[in-house]
């Protein structure tokens, strides 16, 4: 809510395109994140509109990666996976390695993990060459996502702790705890109970102090427990999430 905020006062301000474009990108990231998609699309394409106009490839290919998303959140899969590879041409280097990473994790959200997988490998390959740690932390993770939704567990957990060691350099403290949590699904689906517990132990107590919603740990310990356990103590923890 702050973002969208700052965006409407920057708007207010009459900026210049350029501005105005980054102003209405950051409106239509907000909105498509808190479930107005439609609005979402809408500021996105006049963010796209203002991009043009500045002869910017990079500013162009950045909306263009923000509202491929929103297009696929909006059942547009077609106009949205289109939008992704008009912004894969038009980028460049670090630009062009987030750019990847977004379309992996949307193809990975669409099932269609080979293509995930080959965006991720790319994005990673790219974003290490930049120096670039945290969106290659994010790469690292999405692409042991893809690993976990092949049954490549192993695969999966090195991404992650390697993607760990890269957030414990930046302020992302939940993208942290994330990884924490992606390696207890990695432990489970491998077999390993007593570890995934652990791991999903570790998550919680990290994600306390901040303070915000954990549904999808709940979902995961409870799955867990459901294997590890009696399925009282996995009905104890739906209760308490609930």
Not at 61 to 90: E, K, P
Not at 156 to 166: I, K, N, P
Not at 210 to 220: I, K, R, W
Request: include cysteine; aromatic fraction near 6%; charged fraction near 25%.
């Amino acid at each position: 809510h702050d973002a969208l905020a700052r965006a409407r006062v920057v708007l207010r301000g009459r900026p210049d395109r350029y501005e105005a474009s980054v102003a209405r990108q950051a409106a239509g990231i907000v909105l498509r994140d808190t479930g107005d998609v439609n609005a979402g699309v809408r500021e996105l394409r006049r963010a796209l509109q203002l991009a043009r106009q500045t002869g910017a490839a990079e500013r162009e290919a950045d909306v263009l990666g923000s509202l491929g998303t929103a297009l696929i959140y909006a059942g547009q899969t077609a106009g949205g996976l289109a939008a992704f590879d008009r912004a894969i041409q038009l980028a460049s280097g670090v630009l062009m390695g987030r750019v990847l990473h977004r379309r992996g994790i949307m193809l990975w959200n669409l099932g269609r993990h080979t293509a995930a997988l080959d965006d991720f490998r790319r994005a990673v390959s790219v974003l290490e060459r930049a120096d670039d740690p945290l969106w290659t932390a994010r790469a690292l993770s999405g692409r042991g996502l893809v690993y976990l939704a092949i049954g490549s567990s192993a695969r999966a957990d090195a991404d992650f702790v390697a993607a760990g060691h890269l957030f414990a350099k930046t302020s992302q403290k939940m993208e942290a705890i994330q990884t924490v949590l992606n390696r207890g699904v990695a432990a489970f689906r491998s077999g390993d109970l007593p570890a995934a517990l652990s791991f999903l132990d570790e998550a919680a107590a990290r994600y306390r102090p901040l303070n915000v919603p954990t549904p999808f740990l709940s979902f995961d310990r409870c799955d867990v427990l459901l294997a590890a356990g009696p399925a009282s103590d996995a009905l104890a923890e739906a209760d308490a999430a609930i």
